[in-house]
Structure formats: structure tokens, C-alpha cells
């Protein structure tokens, strides 16, 4: 297979109103490389009725331009639930992918590049996880969403980073305890166990690009840049939240762009965040620390292109695994 990816008027025609979105963002000289993968791909999602679930980590490219719906791995699991395409094809890693599979059976899941994993859902199996209730018997098992399916499947309930409090809080009440077991992210428990009285025993996991940052860095960030507001993912270790102005989910960090556009604001998260939201809001000047994940960096344009053209590589879930792991998500979703 293969198709014709030069730069030719009909191109330039179909994806110059995507151009005018992303041109904050990416320079002019580059466009001509994109934009005939862009149309290519938009070409063959349609012609497949297929959607793109991109993830706020995306690159420009393909979060304005190729991506269907754009968000975090509990939004995105919802479009895929939600939508009447019948392929869905996650820009993102694979335990989001496995996400929308389990809220989706009966959909095809494809993601482009298999590697793209995560530090965080690599630090824990399903046979940890059984351990750890044998060591801590009775404890409900609160689960981060960037876990895989088998994972989840051995746990009580599954929280994100925006709902992390209230989950931990509702699940402690739920079994009449105040301790309960967070896993994976150390440092997301104990941002959570900092703002709630409930008790959270942990794991050892980390993510790899968010453990990177430090305190010292953001205060040299607001040395070199007086004034900035300093918004942080719960994911970075307790002392670098504790220098940020507001810690939040990717989500809540958009929000709070949007919601009182800083005159200037340093995103404590992944790299391609900063430009997907400073496409939005050329009003506020973006300072960006650039740590990139290398697994999110596995998904191009070259390599949806290719999933798309060979319908590879599908995301596959043992049945009764996806049914016993969608019991903790929707356990969450309940929660109002
Ligand atoms: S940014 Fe961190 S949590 Fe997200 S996929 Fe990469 S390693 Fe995992």
C-alpha cells in the first residue's frame, strides 16, 4: 500500500485552515513535511470511519490536526465508549488504548506503535497487586488509571489525577477504614495523602518524565521569569507541587488557562502540552520546560498513517480480564 505524500495544491488545499491553527506552533518551513500526512490520514479515517483519540501529550501536528478528540486518558476513554465509529485509533500509550478496549468491547482498538508504553503502568503486575492485599488485608485497592488492564482487574477502585481525593476519601468511607492502598504513583499518593486525612500506603512507581523536575528548577524558573504562574501535574514529586501556584490534572491545568489567562504561565508537565495549549491562547506567553516522553514520542503521523493503512496493531484483552478491570472504572465513574 502506500500513498502519494507530496506537498501538492490539493494538499495545501485541504489543510490550509489546519495550518492557521497550529501556525504558533509549528514554523511555516515545516508544514510542507505534515501536511500531506495530515490529509492523508484524515482521508483515510473517513474512508474507514475511524477516530482519533489524541492525548494532551501529542504533538501539535496531531492534536489539531489529525486528532478527533483531544484530552486526558479518562476523557479520551469516554469519546471511545461514546463514539459511533466503529475503529478507534489511540494517539497516546498503551494503557489508554487498553482503556478504551475495556469501555469499548466491541470496538477495534488500534494503536500505532505497541512500544509506546509507560514507566508508571511497568512498575506493577496483577500478581503485585495480589500481594499487596495479602499484606494488607481488608485495604481497598485505590488503582491510577496509568496501570494495564490486568492490573485494574485486581483492584476496588480506579482514580485519576483529577479525581485522586475524592476517590481515596469515597473508597475509605465505602469500607469503613482510613487507610487505603494507592497505586502506583508514589508521589501522586502522597500529594494525595497531603490534602485528605485518609492513610495511603504506596508503591514505588514513578513517571519518568514527571520525577525529572525539581523544586530548584521552579525556583529558578520564577527567578529568570517574574511574575510567572507555575501550574504542576500531581505526578511531580510533593516538594515541586508544593512550589507550583496550582496542582492539577492536564485537564485542570487547561482549565485554568482558559478559565484566567496568565500573562505568563510554566507548564510543570510533558513537553508537547505547552504547545498544544499555547495554540489556544496566543494571549498568554508559555515558558516550556521541554522533558519529553519517550514512549508518547513513539506516536507520528508517519505511524498512525501506517496503522491506519494496515489496520495494525490491534489492542487485544482477555475477556474476562476487561470485564473484572471495567468493574474499578466504573466504580469511579460513579462518583459524582
Ligand atoms: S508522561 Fe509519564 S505517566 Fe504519562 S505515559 Fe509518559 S511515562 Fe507514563
Not at 477516530?51 to 489539531?64: D, K, S, W
Not at 503486575?125 to 494488607?136: F, P, S, W
Not at 481488608?138 to 496509568?146: H, W
Request: aromatic residues 6%.
Amino acid at each position: 500500500m502506500g500513498v502519494e505524500l507530496a506537498y501538492t495544491d490539493a494538499v495545501a488545499r485541504a489543510t490550509d485552515g489546519l495550518y492557521a491553527k497550529v501556525a504558533g506552533v509549528i514554523p511555516a518551513i515545516e508544514w510542507p513535511v505534515h501536511a500531506p500526512l495530515i490529509a492523508a490520514i484524515n482521508r483515510l479515517k473517513h474512508e474507514k470511519n475511524a477516530v482519533i483519540l489524541a492525548h494532551n501529550y501529542m504533538t501539535p501536528e496531531i492534536f489539531h490536526c489529525v486528532g478527533d478528540f483531544t484530552g486526558d486518558s479518562l476523557a479520551l476513554a469516554r469519546e471511545a465508549a461514546r463514539t459511533d465509529a466503529k475503529i478507534i485509533v489511540q494517539a497516546g500509550v498503551h494503557f489508554m488504548a487498553e482503556t478504551s478496549k475495556i469501555l469499548s468491547p466491541g470496538k477495534t482498538v488500534l494503536i500505532p506503535d505497541m512500544r509506546a508504553g509507560c514507566s508508571l503502568a511497568a512498575s506493577i503486575t496483577g500478581a503485585d497487586v495480589r500481594l499487596l492485599r495479602q499484606k494488607y488485608p481488608g485495604l481497598p485497592v485505590v488503582t491510577y488509571v496509568n496501570t494495564s488492564a490486568d492490573v485494574k482487574a485486581q483492584s476496588d477502585i480506579c482514580c485519576t489525577s483529577g479525581n485522586a481525593v475524592k476517590v481515596v476519601e469515597q473508597i475509605a468511607k465505602d469500607f469503613g477504614t482510613d487507610t487505603v492502598i494507592m497505586i502506583p504513583d508514589k508521589y501522586l499518593a502522597r500529594n494525595v495523602a497531603a490534602q485528605t486525612g485518609v492513610k495511603v500506603i504506596t508503591w514505588e512507581g514513578a513517571c519518568e518524565v514527571h520525577e525529572r523536575f525539581t523544586a530548584q528548577q521552579i525556583r529558578d524558573y520564577r527567578t529568570a521569569n517574574p511574575g510567572i504562574v507555575v501550574l504542576a501535574h500531581p505526578e511531580c514529586p510533593p516538594d515541586v507541587v508544593a512550589e507550583a501556584d496550582f496542582a492539577g490534572s492536564t485537564a485542570a491545568m487547561i482549565g485554568y488557562v482558559g478559565d484566567r489567562h496568565p500573562e505568563r504561565v510554566i507548564l510543570i508537565t510533558e513537553c508537547s502540552m505547552s504547545d498544544n495549549v499555547a495554540a489556544e491562547h496566543p494571549e498568554t506567553q508559555f515558558v516550556r520546560p521541554c522533558n519529553l516522553c519517550p514512549h508518547m514520542k513513539r506516536i507520528t503521523l508517519e505511524s498512525i498513517l501506517h496503522c491506519l493503512e494496515t489496520m495494525t496493531t490491534e489492542v487485544l484483552i482477555d475477556p474476562a480480564i476487561a470485564a473484572r478491570a471495567r468493574i474499578p472504572i466504573d466504580r469511579m465513574l460513579a462518583i459524582k
